[in-house]
T-cell receptor, first 112, second 113 residues
């Protein structure tokens, strides 16, 4: 079946450093790839998305890279801050309704 | 602009009972999706409603059902509860223009004893 990054690793980073979170996906037919952030006790929050016809997209302090050849998605966070501590999920979907397939998530811990 | 509101936030039920969860989307959003989040299975799509019609459905048994009202508010129901139904149930709404951006509520945490 379809799967997107079913592991939950932990990434520990020093405040001010850059973070890179990786995700593997399996459905080549997906149109959109999205990153969400979930803080403790809250619902996921949209960070950034990228269409399948792009390979890079930048937002505020974040960059998403898409490598369709190896089915790999990554989220780069520049100058990581304590407020970036959360679980990050990648997700994929086709552009016909909001049925997202989420990965297992990566926990990011920011050390002061 | 008010966010997505889910009620109740916490509830405890026993096996065999049924439960109804409610979701009020962001004003103007006609799409409402439901997800189940558990430590073991992660975030899994349940179903999506758009203009009172189920547009997408995930791989959950028929005990899980939902509906959407004319004001876009949505409810989901789980009948004959099982221990494995213990989870955080998340509702998300989105605008008509598809971008993959869902606005999630804080969830309803269901514990089945």
């Amino acid at each position: 079946g379809e799967s997107v990054g079913l592991h939950l690793p932990t990434l520990s980073v020093q405040e001010g450093d850059n973070s890179i979170i990786n995700c593997a996906y399996s459905n080549s037919a997906s149109d959109y790839f999205i990153w969400y952030k979930q803080e403790s006790g809250k619902g996921p929050q949209f960070i950034i998305d990228i269409r399948s016809n792009m390979d890079k997209r930048q937002g505020q302090r974040v960059t998403v890279l898409l490598n369709k050849t190896v089915k790999h998605l990554s989220l780069q966070i520049a100058a990581t801050q304590p407020g970036d501590s959360a679980v990050y999920f990648c997700a994929e979907t086709k552009a016909a309704g909001n049925k997202l397939t989420f990965g297992g998530g990566t926990r990011v811990l920011v050390k002061p | 602009k008010a966010g997505v509101t889910q009620t109740p936030r916490y509830l405890i039920k026993t096996r065999g009972q049924q439960v109804t969860l409610s979701c009020s989307p962001i004003s103007g959003h006609r799409s409402v999706s439901w997800y189940q989040q558990t430590p073991g299975q992660g975030l899994q799509f349940l179903f999506e409603y758009f203009s009172e019609t189920q547009r997408n459905k995930g791989n959950f048994p028929g005990r899980f059902s939902g509906r959407q009202f004319s004001n876009s508010r949505s409810e989901m129901n789980v009948s004959t509860l099982e221990l494995g139904d213990s989870a955080l149930y998340l509702c998300a709404s989105s605008s008509d223009r598809f971008t993959g951006e869902l606005f999630f509520g804080e969830g309803s945490r269901l514990t089945v004893l």
